[in-house]
């Protein structure tokens, strides 16, 4: 139930940020954060260990038929649209399994590999990325189910634009183009 | 909004979802089979993700007759089993559920889609899904009857 009131004020930055007279990547302060998690071969990962590029931050699971490979699907060919304009450098996806269970950082990695993105794949204890989301404002819960699946994964669609200091510009819609998404990332790579 | 008028409002919309009316004009008989009740148009499923055992199918299926068609299961040699879901985002929230059955109603159609209804495949086997072949899934109607369709391969990227 808590978790609800984190995806109403997620919603409510949303339709906040897309107010006409406010900047299209002001920050969003209210949402965010370093964190720590474990990467692959069980390396702990640290979001603020590597400033160099913008980060596009996702929620899912490796399982998600659908929501996931169409987010990071735009993620990468937004990355490719960035390359032809001589900006292939500038942004890593960092995807945050939410399923433990059955992700491992492994796992975690080779889901962001298989989109041909810069970035990483990572994933950690439920309490830990429970904060994690919630500091976010993102959602997830657990769904039983008796599809052959096993249990399903509810989660947040959104993907985070983070800046170089980590803090959240843009909370990104599974409606926004792969070109929209381009172009935020251009704007404040060269800003 | 509490979250039990919450999730009453998100299957209300995905039980409209499923069973919505479009006026679509039926295209040609692509995907058609001898005395089938439904016209598919588009049938595709996609190639799974790599290292994954599942994957998702999609078609417009128009049911030309006076009468609702239900489709409750179907088969495919490519899976162990064909799944019925249905999904829908709310709030930036993203809910897959399995569903018993697809409800096609008369004169109308159902559109099987990423981001909505589809068929779910799940664990594949046998020959690996390439672009470009072909894979049968037999739809399983109420009633006892059953229509053969054959789905194109595409890639997951495309």
Redesign the interface.
Known sequence: ?RL?GL??I??AV?GCGSGAAMDELEPITQLGGDFELLGAEGRPFALGADRSRLTLLFFGY??C???C??AL?RASRATRLLAERGLEDVVRVVYVSVDPERDTPE?AQ??VD?FGVVGVGVTGALPDLERIARAYGA?FEK?E?????GY?V?????LYLLDHDLVVRRLI??DDSPEAIAGWIERLATS | MS?FW?ARTFWLAAALVVLVTSPLVASASEGVSEGAVLEVSNPRVRTP????A???GFAELHNPGPAEVVIVGGHCTCS??V?L?V?A?E????????VDQFAVPAAGTLELR??GP?L?L??LEGQPLEPGGEVVIELELAGGASQVVTFAVES??S
């Open positions: 139930m609800w995806v109403l997620s919603a949303l490796s399982s038929p659908e929501a490979p169409m699907g796992i080779s889901y298989a959602f769904v189910s008796d599809s052959a699946l399903l509810d989660h947040s669609t959104t819609r599974s | 979250r919450m993700m790599p290292g994954r599942m994957t998702a162990k089993v799944e879901h999904m985002e709030d930036g929230v993203m809910r897959m559920r399995k990423p981001g589809h779910m799940i664990g997951w990227k």
